[in-house]
């Protein structure tokens, strides 16, 4: 964040959140919106209470992001 400017007043989508740690960091720096997926429901329910713990705004949705059907812009960050 404070070399790229990459994080504050974006989307940030974390596949395979786990814990959701990485998504939390994000809250925390500034994301307009962070969601956090994974397909395992006993780390989602992990990612919510440390969010919750956190006071953070965070979604999460549990599924196979193989499944995962996205509409809009789509950017290719490779």
Not at 55 to 60: A, G, P, T
């Amino acid at each position: 964040e404070n070399s790229f400017d990459d994080i504050s007043n974006k989307v940030v989508a974390d596949f395979g959140c786990g814990c959701g740690t990485l998504g939390a960091a994000a809250a925390l720096l500034g994301a307009e919106q962070v969601i956090g997926i994974d397909v395992d429901s006993q780390s989602l329910e992990i990612a919510s209470m440390n969010a919750e713990d956190l006071e953070l705004d965070i979604n999460f949705i549990q599924c196979d992001i193989r499944n995962l059907g996205w509409r809009g812009k789509w950017r290719d960050l490779t």
